[in-house]
């Protein structure tokens, strides 16, 4: 049973356009929530993160937004640029993260046309 | 230059053997992780480890195994049991809360 849910398996958006990503969770014992981006055969590179306490977090062109109750967050990519072309995953864990056993999604790829 | 590091990159094996993956990380990180994927799949957690000498089994530890000797190293058997070894590995390594993980390049395991 999936605990973290990423439903659109891939996403094609428009360069400078925003980009939107979804993930969905069923444990409500999720206090922290990560988002990675992951190359073809390379390891994913963390991107942003929110902590349980938050319920939007900000990094550049990227936005993390949270909603507890929904038990739902997403990723925004404004604008979203080629370089942005990649697999997203969405990762939550207990405990604020301490024990970093994350729990992934199956993924998004995004792709962004020029 | 401080990092997570895997070897070899690609590595082939015969059905049957055990395989070694290797995992070094200068980071002075206390947790290591193992995780596996697979296509369409997302990433599942294989081991991990808190700190030297301790580990605990995630959600796929069945035919591996792990040592957790030195905190730098964090090595993972594929062991003969495990049904279909196969996958892409990627370890990583965190300093704690708040941070989240830190990968290495992966390696890709082929059992022919």
């Known amino acids: 049973d999936q605990q973290v849910k990423q439903n659109s398996p891939s996403l094609s958006v428009q360069e400078g356009r925003i980009s939107i990503l979804n993930c969905d969770y069923t444990?409500?014992?999720?206090?922290?929530f990560l988002w990675y981006k992951k190359y073809p055969a390379e390891g994913p590179t963390f991107l942003i993160s929110?902590?349980?306490?938050?319920d939007k977090n900000e990094d550049g062109r990227f936005t993390v937004f949270l909603n507890k109750s929904a038990k739902h967050l997403s990723l925004h990519i404004v604008p979203s640029q080629p370089g942005d072309s990649a697999v997203y995953f969405c990762?939550?864990?207990?405990?604020?993260?301490?024990?970093?056993?994350?729990?992934f999604g199956k993924g998004t790829k995004l792709s962004v046309k020029p | 230059d401080g990092g997570i590091t895997q070897s070899p990159k690609y590595l082939f094996r015969k059905e049957g053997q055990n395989v070694t993956l290797s995992c070094e990380q200068n980071?002075?990180?206390?947790?290591m992780y193992w995780y596996r994927q697979d296509p369409g799949q997302g990433l599942r957690l294989i081991y991990y480890?808190?700190?030297?000498?301790?580990?605990q089994k995630g959600d796929i530890a069945e035919g591996y195994s792990v040592s957790r000797e030195k905190k730098e190293s964090f090595p993972l058997t594929v062991t003969s049991a495990q049904k279909n070894p196969t996958a892409f590995y990627l370890c990583?390594?965190?300093?704690?809360?708040?941070?989240?993980?830190?990968f290495g390049q992966g390696t890709r395991l082929t059992v022919v």
């Open positions: 990583a390594s965190s300093p704690g809360t708040g941070y989240g993980a830190f």
């Open positions: 444990n409500s014992m999720f206090d922290y």
């Open positions: 929110i902590s349980s306490i938050k």
């Open positions: 990762a939550a864990s207990e405990y604020g993260g301490s024990q970093g056993n994350l729990i």
């Open positions: 980071l002075n990180h206390d947790a």
């Open positions: 480890s808190q700190i030297v000498n301790d580990f």
